[in-house]
Nanobody, 127 residues
Framework: QVQLTESGGGLVQPGGSLRVSCEAS?????????IGWFRQAPGKEREGVSC????????YYEDSVKGRFTISRDGAENTFRLEMTSLKHEDTGIYFC???????????????????WGQGTHVTVSE
């Protein structure tokens, strides 16, 4: 059974850093997949903030997070991380990971109506 499990959220002050992780289990291989981090902010539409194509190594970042967020894979493991620095109030939201086969990083991040598999992890940026 394939499963995505997010972890690592929490409360952080503006300007601070936080790392969230996603463990993908049950996949025989992720070689042909793209993985992305989506954010559901209060009162806003769900949006892709950072995505990675495992197949071609490409990455994509939504404009508001460029230079602040970094998506990575933990070696050859099925654990993916999103390092978030210089956090802002508007980064607050539920972060969840998504995997899709045969997509580029940008295509995944721009995909609409993405349905999360897991519960996500809450990130709150506040004083």
């Amino acid at each position: 059974q394939v499963q995505l499990t997010e972890s690592g959220g929490g409360l952080v002050q503006p300007g601070g850093s936080l790392r969230v992780s996603c463990e993908a289990s049950g996949f025989s291989t992720l070689d042909h997949y793209a993985i992305g981090w989506f954010r559901q902010a209060p009162g806003k539409e769900r949006e892709g903030v950072s995505c990675m194509s495992i197949r071609d190594g490409g990455t994509y970042y939504e404009d508001s997070v460029k230079g602040r967020f970094t998506i990575s894979r933990d070696g050859a493991e099925n654990t993916f991380r999103l390092e978030m620095t210089s956090l802002k109030h508007e980064d607050t939201g539920i972060y969840f990971c998504v995997v899709k086969p045969l997509m580029t990083a940008q295509a995944l991040c721009n995909k609409k109506n993405v349905v999360p598999w897991g519960q996500g992890t809450h990130v709150t940026v506040s004083e």
